[in-house]
């Protein structure tokens, strides 16, 4: 076993787990809940900014709308192992594996791990018109994107994740222009912030410098990301890494446009542009094993017990396209939804890289630095909703939605870092009107995959069936206020005033309705 030495033992090369952790992962990264859900592409409010900041521009009153909620979910994964493994204490390099070294308990169903994360979310948004029926400018705080796991740290699924938590808010700017009573436009620009933790059990046997290392003494061997199962999951090659305190910085725009054909009929269309993301943060794993601190270190190689160092992981949150329609069906219905068409098709890989001089082996020609491509070959999706809106009372509305997103993560690359499948949505929602002035809003969010089975996941890392649902709730406070006029011109003489008054334009027809959720000023 002494052959093992040279590339075969760079431990940065645990650091692939960095692509574990769901960063981008689908629709499962997408907040269960990011503004009020009387909020959406043809609402008429301050999350527009978010939304569709073409609706700014309708917007006559300045407006403030703020809200706190709580995420519970319930994530839950039964392994099923398809493959052969060898007995993970022993070493053999090369397969076909000799039979009498295949454990025979390794095989078929393994014991569920279940993960049930709890969160606070929160957002904040404002609206302020500063050219009376035309221009309002708007800002936006929120977090678009949210998971955190916590499984097992013994479970089938460590080779996957243990813990991870990933978090993007974003600040937000924006402004609505309306042109007339039928079209508006808008456009805000975002500065992204992102945060994330990991923890995993690497497997060495997956990796090619593993692999490399043992070509180069002469050792056959079967190691490298096209590992089969024989020889994976062994306990020695298995090491236990973390990604803590990781920061990325983007930035990112969107544009809007809404049409009125009628004073019933609102039209949305909004483009969300891309966001590079670069995590930069510390890693390290744990080589406190004989093996990786002893035994070779007559040929040169030894490493520290603990091997820490700088690390990034860089990948793209993906375009996004949505129409939204709206249409009032009398004094107290509305009916409205959207069609979301999101390119995580973009996503192709995480690119992972890794620095310390830990990792570095003059004598055997290793660097401080190693990068990886990893290939997760997602697929775009889709995201439909419908909601219904009745005002039972001049104070009260209750709502009501329905809704789908279609799966990213295809068979060969989903994890339980990524528990996505075919989602359902639904949600209940209700507006108590306190005043002319100031409105609560309550919401009830829920989501859920039906269980998915999965068969053909890549060198069976990732069969089994996965089973997810979320729920939220959430609450807000929205305040509207009039903005501050301009100051008033100096009196004029007789005839500058006739002159001034014969000479000013009629008041423009107040804009098509919005809907029966706002009727209230």
């Not at 030495?5 to 629709?27: D, E, I, N, T, W």
């Not at 993906?318 to 973009?346: A, C, M, N």
Request: charged content about 20%; overall charge positive.
């Amino acid at each position: 076993m002494r052959l093992l030495s040279l590339r075969a033992l760079v431990p940065a090369c645990a650091l692939v787990a960095l692509a574990v952790p769901g960063s981008a992962r689908a629709s499962g990264l997408d907040a269960p809940i990011v503004t009020s859900g009387q909020s959406h592409p043809t609402a008429r409010d301050a999350a527009a900014v978010y939304w569709n900041p073409a609706n700014l521009g309708y917007l006559k009153k300045g407006e403030v709308l703020a809200g706190v909620g709580l995420i519970v979910g319930d994530i839950r994964y039964d392994r099923e192992r398809t493959g052969a493994y060898q007995t993970p204490d022993t070493l053999q390099f090369n397969a076909p594996i000799d039979p009498s070294y295949i454990d025979g308990m390794k095989t078929g169903p393994s014991d569920q791990v279940k993960a049930n994360p709890v969160a606070p979310s929160g957002n904040f948004f404002l609206a302020y018109p500063v050219v009376k029926d035309r221009l309002t400018l708007g800002l936006g705080i929120y977090v678009p994107f949210a998971a955190a796991l916590k499984f097992p740290k013994t479970g089938a699924q460590k080779w996957q994740a243990q813990q991870a938590f990933i978090a993007t808010s974003q600040i937000h700017l924006g402004a609505g222009v309306r042109i007339n009573d039928f079209v508006a436009l808008g456009a805000g620009v975002a500065y992204v912030l992102g945060f994330a933790e990991l923890s995993k059990m690497q497997d060495f046997a997956g990796v090619q410098e593993f692999a490399d290392g043992l070509n180069t003494l002469g050792q056959k061997n079967s190691f490298g990301p096209e590992a089969p199962t024989e020889v994976r999951e062994l306990d020695v090659l298995s090491r236990p890494f973390s990604l803590k305190r990781a920061i990325a910085h983007g930035v990112t725009f969107n544009v809007g446009i809404t049409v009125n054909p009628t004073r019933r009929l609102n039209i949305a269309l909004t483009y969300f542009h891309s966001t590079a993301m670069r995590y930069r943060g510390k890693f390290a794993v744990d080589l406190n094993d004989p093996f990786f601190t002893q035994d070779l270190a007559a040929q040169g190689l030894q490493f520290k017990p603990l091997v820490r160092g700088d690390a990034t992981l860089e990948y793209t949150l993906p375009k996004r396209i949505t129409l939204g329609l709206g249409y009032d069906i009398g004094e107290r219905w509305r009916v409205d939804g959207f069609v979301q068409y999101v390119r995580y098709s973009e996503l192709d890989a995480f690119r992972v890289t890794a620095t310390s001089p830990d990792l570095a082996q003059p004598k055997l020609g290793i660097g401080d630095t190693l990068a990886v491509n990893l290939p997760r070959l997602w697929k775009d999706s889709i995201w439909v909703e419908a909601s219904g809106r009745f005002r039972a009372t001049e104070r009260i509305l209750v709502s009501a939605t329905l809704g789908y997103q279609s799966p990213a993560s295809p068979a060969k690359t989903i994890d339980t870092a990524s528990p996505d499948g075919q989602r359902i949505i639904g949600a209940l929602g209700g507006v108590l009107d306190v005043s002319p002035r100031v409105s609560l809003l309550a919401d009830a969010r829920f989501q859920g995959i039906a269980p998915r089975e999965v068969r053909g996941s890549d060198y069976d890392l990732g069969n089994g069936t996965y089973r997810l649902f979320i729920a939220a709730i959430a609450g807000h406070l929205r305040a509207r206020f009039e903005p501050r006029a301009p100051p008033r011109m100096p009196p004029r003489t007789c005839f500058t005033g006739q002159l001034s008054h014969a000479l000013r334009p009629r008041r423009a027809p107040a804009p098509p309705s919005s809907g029966a959720y706002s009727r209230r000023p």
